[in-house]
């Protein structure tokens, strides 16, 4: 594994981690799970960190392929 897909993987990783902990965290102490800002920060980093990681699981089977 090269060390560009581990530095995707870790900042993907960290993306969605960011993005869950932050929801869950502001829905419960404003208990504002369905306010449109919460969504409207979360969302990205969520998405973000879905795609980096199956970018890195696309990249890290075409290098196995080679």
Do not use: C, H
Not at 9 to 15: K, Y
Not at 22 to 39: E, K, R, T
């Amino acid at each position: 594994m090269s060390a560009e897909i581990t530095l995707i993987r870790v900042v993907s990783a960290i993306l969605l981690t960011v993005g869950v902990v932050f929801y869950l965290s502001w829905g419960i102490l404003y208990n504002a799970f369905l306010d449109i800002g919460l969504y409207s920060f979360t969302a990205p980093l969520v998405i973000f960190g879905i795609l980096g990681l199956l970018l890195a699981r696309a990249r890290e089977k075409e290098e196995g392929a080679q």
